[in-house]
DNA sequence: CTGAAAGCGCTTACAG
DNA sequence: CTGAAAGCGCTTACAG
């Protein structure tokens, strides 16, 4: 492949010269980039982006440490991340940790490694030593979705708190009362806080969430179809289950069909995390939306505001409730007919 | 970030010993080996991957260009290349190409740019100049899923002509007579492939395909709802559409929900790519799985020996189908009941 | 406006 | 077994 000094060659100019000719360097005569720009051409040239990293100590690259790219979730906020990245000159290369702590420190390692100009992680758990340390020793980094308490990192993430009361007056308007969740696992954040915006709601109508009604789920679908399993075996089952992310709720909805049971006449289903499929399951799914793409590109451009060395700024964007039928249509709930009316409002989704 | 000059300094050894230490090499004596390896922990060092890449002329790095990540099958498809990748050592970068040829051949410049060691890609169109230039100049290539005919290149792909072959019975087999297909983009081997296998198994049956049975999609929902409104303004709708992916069947559904209509009482639907998302749709989606997981393998071995040297070699693995509810289920078509046996043996699946 | 030269952080013959 | 030195392909003060 040719290199620098094959141009300067060709172009009858110094190395100097072309390096300055390329990166539009105003002091280059007409006459010099011409001929720069015609040998380039003549030998199909194209700079080695791995020298000039070696030289500019710059990657012009982002990592992106994501808990599980086959969560449609995640895929889509790797799209927009990589998608503002682009448009802001950078590249982005994607980690998938697979909810796996130690896949999780193998590519912030590797990225680390690489010299990327940035980290943008969504953490598996509460914080591998080598992520700690980059953080501590001034890495660029933004958290994304989930972040790790008690690190001083931009957190850039959703906040379901509203939506999850809303789903919860949802339920209680159809006469659930009898509400379970599977929650995440509890070393994210993400895992804890939708169990604990689940039981502020459930608190504001007197209703309790007992031990037996949370399952442990790891976000993944098998650990949604085993938690829903034991929901269904035990001697009161539950009404209404909220699953904490979307492929949780593809495995509860595996359990409740082998069961030959049915959403929502037999117990009604909820999901953390929309997805185009819940449209057309059986039945839709009624979901919590998260704004995704506005959280990639708000992450990216935290990022790219610490790597210049400003502050970079935390940002919570609200996340909204999407009514379908997996709940139960009012009128015709699986429990009671509803008595109270919902104390807040609720967004029916017309797809 | 500490360098080896630290390490060599820490250790009171010369960098070309630490270099010996830390890759391995025999003739370091215990004693430096100990040395290094205690520099190393006390200044938390790591190697410059940017500066090895620079000098060994090797990234251990490949690239993946790919024509839509959100794609659940290509969702899957990365992630299986990745894993594999990491097997054998390497990274990979993704770059999604979103089926547009423009970004294809951004990403594919970025990539060779970043002196990734082999690309893996699935081509968008029929080649942008500059993937059949680095094919032409040698970079170690291979194409996955999709490929471009005349460039020579190991293809990893799936053969699902059979799969077809098993759908038309299965379809001709509930007595529909009246097949349309949405076929992906005509500058994909995937687009028109599936097309003509389509046809040939029509064929067997001395069942046409006419054009107006025939819509042109582009693998993305949105194209995939538009020809199913078409289909369905139609004189005489056909009987059963099978759209040639996973997202395009998605619009189809859409498009059939809008009018009101259902599946498959008023239109049976069948969709080339599983996803698991299809056995809780209403009602299950019949479709032809391809073995994901062993394409990404396979692509990945096949452009490891590239890299090495060696010939690398293509493979068509087989797809198959998986029949659920969509098409109608014996004894209930929306056509008149089926007077020929299915000629090909059809497995049903057990979820 | 231009070129010679230093240097980014490594690896690897070469000589001892 | 070890070190001095060259060199990978760039960029960028420095001097002219």
Redesign the pocket.
Known sequence: ????????AEA????????????G?????????ARVLAAVETLG?????????????RTRTLGLVISDVMNPYFTELARSVEEEARALGYSVIIGNADERPDLQDHHVTTLLDRRIDGLLVSPTDGGSPRMLEAARAGTPMVFVDRWIPGVDVPVVRSDGRAAVRDLVAHLYGLGHRRLAIIAGPAATTTGRERVDAFREALGAYGLPLPDAYIGQGDFQAGSGRRVTEGFLDLPEPPGAVFAADNLMALGALDAVRARGLRVPEDIALAAFDDIPWFVHTDPPVTAIAQPTRELGRAAVRALVERIAGRAGESVALPARLVVRRSCGEPGEPGEPAPTTPSPSPVRRSTP
Chains 1, 2 share one sequence.
């Open positions: 492949m040719a290199s620098i000094k094959d141009v300067a009858g100019v110094s190395v100097a010269t072309v390096s300055r000719a390329l990166n360097h105003p002091s280059v005569s007409p006459a010099a980039r040239y194209r700079p080695n982006a791995v020298a000039r990293s070696l030289r500019t100590d």
